[in-house]
C-alpha cells in the first residue's frame, strides 16, 4: 500500500493522467519531469526513487540500475523495454512493466496514413510547393486500392493495420516468424524474401532483436519491386539507413516513411540528423507513432496500475523480466515478497526461519524466471522485523519486502 515515503519519478513527459492514477491509489510524493535524465543527473534522481516511469530514451543500464538501492520496479511507459537493462533489473530483483497493446490503433493509423500519402506523391509535392513550385500531376500518383500491402510482423500492430488497410480495398501479405491465423483476407508469406517481392508497400513492425537488426539492409532493398514504398514504425535498427538513402538517391524505391531511428535526439531540443533529410519523397516523423492523446492517456493508466497492482498487492503479472505471480489481494494479513536467486534449497531454508519462529502462512505462490525466484507468502505475525532480518540473512537472497 501506499506510504508517505514511496517515491516516484515519471520522466520525458508521461502523461498526467498516471499522476492522477497514482493520487487516487494514494500515493502523493510523485514527481514528473517533461525531459529524460542522462549521466549524472539520472544517477543523482534514482538514487532514492521506489519507482521510476520512462518512455524511450531514458536509458537504465547497470551503472544506473545498481546506483538505485531503492527501487522496486521500473515502468516503461511505450511498448519497447530495450531501453532497460532487462537481465540486470532482474538480478537486483527489479520487474519491469511496458504497455504493450496501448498504443497499437495510434501505430497503425499513422502507418495507413503514410501509405496514402506516399502512393499520392505528396511528401515530394509539397516541399516543392513550398520552394513555389507548382507541380500539378497525376504521375506516379496511384489509389491504394488493389494495391499490395505487405506487413513484416503480424502481431496486434500488424494486424490491425492489416484490417484498416483492406478497408480501403489494399491486398494485405504478412510475413512472421512465428504462425499467425490471417484475419479478413490477408494472405501469410513463407518468407521475408517473397514478400518484398511482391508487395507494393512494406510495412514493418517487429521487435529490435538480433535477428530484426538491419532486416531490411542492401541485399533486401534490391529485392524490393521497383518503385516501392518502406515504412517503419517500428524499431530504429531494423532498417540499413544508409542503404535506404543509397536506394532512394537511385530511384530504385519510389519513397519511404520513417519514424524511428538508430540514433534519435535525447531531447525536442537537439538538431536531428539523418542522411534521409535530404530526400523530398520520404516522410520523417519523430518517433511518434504512439504519440496520440488516446494512446498516451490508456499508456498512462495501464503502466501506472502495473506498478500500483506490484506495490500494493505483489503481483508481478506481465512483467518481462520477472517470474510471473498473479495473486488475490490481501486485507486482513500481511503480505512478504522474498526475491532470490533460483537455486537449489533456498524455499528449505525460507520456510525453515518461518518454522523456527513459529509463523503461521496462510498462503504462499512461488515462481521463477531464469535465474531469479519471487515467492508472496500471506503471514500471520505483528512483528515482522526480525523475521525479515533473518531472510535477509539467507545467502540467496535478493530482497525482502513487506506490504503493508
Given amino acids: 500500500m501506499a506510504d508517505d515515503e514511496t517515491r516516484i ?35 543523482h534522481a534514482i538514487v532514492d526513487v521506489d519507482y521510476i516511469g520512462i518512455r524511450s530514451r531514458t536509458q537504465l543500464d547497470a551503472r544506473v540500475l545498481e546506483a538505485a538501492k531503492r527501487l522496486k ?9 530495450n531501453q532497460v537493462d532487462l537481465n540486470v533489473a532482474r538480478r537486483l530483483g527489479i520487474p519491469v512493466f511496458n504497455a504493450p497493446f496501448s498504443n497499437t490503433r495510434s501505430v497503425a493509423e499513422l502507418a495507413i496514413a503514410d501509405i496514402i500519402l506516399l502512393m499520392r506523391g505528396i511528401p515530394e509535392k509539397a ?4 520552394r513555389g513550385e507548382w507541380a500539378k ?47 479478413g483476407n490477408a494472405t501469410p508469406v513463407n518468407s521475408l524474401e517473397e514478400l518484398l517481392r511482391q508487395a507494393d508497400v512494406i510495412s514493418l513492425h517487429v521487435p529490435e532483436t538480433s535477428v530484426t537488426r538491419n532486416m531490411i539492409d542492401a541485399q533486401a532493398i534490391a529485392v524490393m519491386r521497383p518503385g516501392s514504398l518502406l515504412i517503419n514504425a517500428a524499431r530504429g535498427t531494423v532498417v540499413d539507413i544508409d542503404s535506404l538513402a543509397a536506394a532512394l538517391e537511385s530511384g530504385h524505391i519510389g519513397g519511404a516513411a520513417i519514424d ?20 523530398d519523397n520520404v516522410i520523417l516523423t519523430p518517433h511518434i507513432g504512439g504519440a496520440t492523446e488516446e494512446a ?32 488475490p489481494d490481501h486485507e486482513g494479513r500481511r503480505r512478504l515478497l522474498h526475491i532470490h536467486k533460483n537455486e537449489p534449497g533456498v524455499m528449505e531454508q525460507i520456510n525453515r526461519v518461518f518454522s ?49
Avoid: W
Avoid at 9 to 20: D, K, N, R, T
Avoid at 260 to 279: G, I
Fill in 137 to 183: 500531376t497525376a504521375l506516379r500518383a496511384f489509389e491504394v486500392r488493389g494495391k499490395h500491402l505487405g506487413i513484416v510482423g503480424y502481431g496486434r500492430i500488424g494486424s490491425q493495420l492489416g484490417i484498416l488497410a483492406e478497408g480501403l480495398g489494399m491486398r494485405v501479405l504478412y510475413y512472421d516468424v512465428e504462425h499467425k491465423l490471417p484475419l
Fill in 296 to 327: 498516451q492517456t490508456n499508456i498512462a493508466r495501464e503502466v501506472t496500475a502495473k506498478l500500483i497492482k506490484y506495490s500494493d498487492n505483489g503481483s508481478t503479472a506481465s512483467a518481462v523480466n520477472f517470474p510471473q505471480v498473479t495473486i
Fill in 260 to 279: 524511428v531511428f538508430p540514433v534519435e535526439p535525447k531531447s525536442n531540443k537537439e538538431t536531428f540528423e539523418s542522411p534521409l533529410r535530404r530526400f
Fill in 9 to 43: 519519478l515519471l520522466l520525458e513527459g508521461i502523461h498526467e493522467s498516471a499522476v492522477e492514477s497514482f493520487a487516487a491509489a494514494g500515493y502523493s510524493k510523485v514527481e514528473r519531469l517533461a525531459h529524460s535524465l542522462t549521466g549524472p543527473d539520472l544517477l
Fill in 73 to 81: 520496479a521500473i515502468g516503461c511507459f511505450c511498448i519497447g523495454t
Fill in 356 to 404: 523456527r519462529r513459529r509463523v503461521n502462512v496462510a498462503a504462499q505462490y512461488l515462481e521463477t524466471h531464469g535465474d531469479v525466484g519471487i515467492v508472496v507468502m500471506d503471514i500471520e505475525l505483528e512483528d515482522a522485523g526480525p523475521l525479515i532480518d533473518e531472510l535477509r540473512a539467507i545467502s540467496a537472497t535478493i530482497r525482502v519486502r513487506l506490504l503493508h
Fill in 127 to 130: 516541399a516543392r510547393a513550398r
